[in-house]
């Protein structure tokens, strides 16, 4: 595989921008934003079935990476004349290989269902940070050689007693060591120093379904799932003075149902948590990771699919969610753009048209309004975008044609809460003068330790990239067997 593009994009606008009408939400007030990136890969896939009730599985990959991006979050809040941008440098060669080994067997009446599996990867990343104007590099930020190994082996048995109950039971083992080098030497508390060290953890799960009805026009479903998980964080970010967790473990459970009914109508609901040990966000401009306390996110999952036709269908999902940080229940927010609902949906279809297959489907997805700020005071507007597909396949060609937004509407599609200082803005440190606001939807930022009370610390807004007008979009395939 071979992938390379090269792309301007107007970034993330404050919302305050587009209110005051300094730009439209399709304006830019870095015209420099964007970037260039590449990637390279082969890999190989070897399968073997031995037996009718074994197989083995090993791939093996080795591929190069880089990245240039430009990115102006803040604008002109640290250097008023000649902006903020930044350039954030990666280029990485990474390798490794996964393997599994899968038996199944009959012992007493009882299946058995075992998969033991390893994989490994290696990555040797070069990282630099830059402060720039107009693409052209000003002064070094960042400057690390960063190595990082991870190997993880594991285990699942899926025991089956009886046709109407299976067990999952299982567990895996990971090991990351890594080595940072600071080529800068700096002397910041923030930055990222040398330093070489490792992490490991066990994580365990389970699982157990129960099929108490199995008929061919009712067929019930119901399950509880447990596990332990983790999410791995930039390794710099361990060698910080308020150091980062390499592998923060997570713990989710689940309890739910699923049935199928009547031949012809699918519907599941689901409860949920998952309580992860530390957050994390991160700080483009200095190039580190903060680190916060842990959070727990709860939550209830319902869908379904029904057949109108043999070949026409409707589905519905819908999703709500509570996220809190474990250590500070009451803060009113929640965590920062942690989804509160979100629903999608939508009819679908496939019908012979002559010698060949047609398609259609007209979808919506859409999720509700949610915290822009931990204290909930910032909110990111939700949005409903309706989609709309066609296509027809033959045996050797295939067309279709995809409608993005078919309604047209105006909405966000990614958003953040950022501190930040448009041109004829205040000067940092500055008085605040009489009247000044920083838009209907957005709040003055505190200014730096030690500055007088009332000056200027730029405005804490929701910046946003918008999303995309009524786009078409056409694709051709050619089949060559």
């Known amino acids: 595989m071979s992938y390379s593009g090269n792309w301007h994009g107007s970034g993330e606008i404050p ?17 420099a934003e964007g970037g260039n990136s590449s990637r390279h890969q082969a890999f190989v896939q070897y399968r073997l079935r031995p037996t ?27 250097d008023p004349v000649n902006g903020d941008e930044i350039e954030q440098i990666d280029r990485r060669t990474f390798y490794g290989a996964k393997m599994s080994h899968r038996v199944m067997r009959q012992l007493g009446g009882v299946t058995f269902d075992t998969t033991i599996g390893a994989e490994g990867r290696n990555d040797d990343i070069h990282e630099e940070l830059w402060n720039t104007v107009a693409r052209q590099q000003q002064s070094a930020v960042r400057n690390n050689d960063v190595h990082q190994s991870s190997v993880g082996v594991y285990l699942n048995e899926e025991i089956t007693p009886w046709p109407w109950v299976r067990a999952n039971l299982g567990g895996r083992a990971d090991l990351l060591s890594f080595a940072v080098d600071d080529r800068l030497g700096s002397t910041e508390p923030s930055a990222p120093k040398s330093g070489v060290d490792a992490a490991h953890q066990l994580s365990p799960k389970a699982s157990l379904v129960v099929t108490p009805i199995n008929r061919p026009r009712a067929a019930v479903d119901i399950y509880a799932n447990y596990g332990h998980g983790f999410h791995s964080n930039d390794v710099r970010g361990h060698f910080v003075a308020a150091a980062v967790t390499p592998l923060t473990r997570a713990v989710g459970e689940e309890l739910g149902g699923r049935a199928r009914l009547f031949g012809r109508w699918d519907v599941a609901a689901a409860l949920w948590q998952l309580r992860l040990d530390q957050e994390t966000v991160w700080n483009g401009d200095d190039g580190t990771t903060s680190v916060s306390d842990g959070s727990v996110r709860r939550g209830v999952e319902l869908e379904t699919r029904y057949e109108i036709l043999p070949w026409l269908a409707a589905e519905l999902d819908l999703t709500a969610t509570k996220s809190r940080f474990s250590t500070d229940g009451g803060n009113g927010g929640g965590l920062a753009l942690a989804p509160k609902r979100t629903w999608s949906g939508g009819l679908s279809g496939r019908h012979e048209l002559g010698t060949g297959m047609g398609r259609a489907g007209l979808r919506f997805y859409g999720i509700g309004d949610r915290p822009a700020s931990d204290d909930g005071v910032l909110v990111a507007p939700g949005f409903t975008q309706v989609d709309l597909h066609l296509g027809y396949r033959r045996r050797w060609f295939d067309v279709s044609l995809d409608v993005e937004n078919l309604l047209n509407r105006t909405f966000r599609s990614a958003q953040f809460s950022t501190v930040s200082r448009l041109p004829g803005e205040p000067l940092p440190g500055s008085p ?27 405005c804490d807004n929701v910046d946003y990239t918008p999303a995309y007008p009524l786009t078409l979009r056409v694709m051709a395939t050619l089949f060559l067997d």
Request: charged share 15%.
């Open 15 to 31: 919302d305050r921008a587009v209110e005051q009408g300094l730009i439209s939400r399709f304006g830019s007030l870095d015209p």
């Open 432 to 458: 605040v003068p009489a009247g000044f606001s920083c838009g209907s939807r957005g709040r003055l930022a505190p200014a730096g330790s030690g500055s007088p009370v009332g000056t200027f610390g730029g």
């Open 52 to 78: 009718e009730t074994s197989e083995f599985k090993v791939l093996t990959y080795v591929g190069t990476y880089r990245l240039n991006l430009y990115s102006n979050f803040t604008l002109y809040l640290n």
